[in-house]
Nanobody, 119 residues
Framework: VQLQASGGGLVQAGGSLRLSCAAS????????IGWYRQAPGKQREFVAA???????HYADSVKGRFTISRDNAKNTVLLQMNNLKPDDTAVYYC??????????????WGQGTQVTVSS
């Protein structure tokens, strides 16, 4: 499985960004795909995930602001991030290989994309 993340950048607080994760490989159609993030000096943390059927799961810190969606025909997962805050600044990684509500990430990671939110 290969994951390619894109869409990061610099935005002011209150602004929006959309991240994209393009996936390729076997068994993708039956696995959840999600996003994690890691801020400087902090552990990597779960952000959001979507199952093959479209069910979603979010961290409390992003509920109501972030929306994850999936296009199975294109093997692409999008993370729409609205009302961004400086605390959202991190490197964002897409991930797969684990069930939707798994407490640990799957084995497959994308290369990460930087999101910086200025105050």
């Amino acid at each position: 499985v290969q994951l390619q993340a894109s869409g990061g950048g610099l935005v002011q607080a209150g602004g929006s960004l959309r991240l994209s994760c393009a996936a390729s490989g076997s068994r993708l159609s039956i696995t959840a795909i999600g996003w994690y993030r890691q801020a400087p000096g902090k552990q990597r943390e779960f952000v959001a995930a979507v199952s093959s059927g479209g069910s979603t799961h979010y961290a409390d810190s992003v509920k109501g602001r972030f929306t994850i969606s999936r296009d199975n025909a294109k093997n692409t997962v999008l993370l729409q991030m609205n009302n961004l805050k400086p605390d959202d600044t991190a490197v964002y990684y897409c991930n797969t290989g684990a069930p939707l509500y798994s407490p640990i990430p799957g084995d497959y990671w994308g290369q990460g994309t930087q999101v910086t939110v200025s105050s």
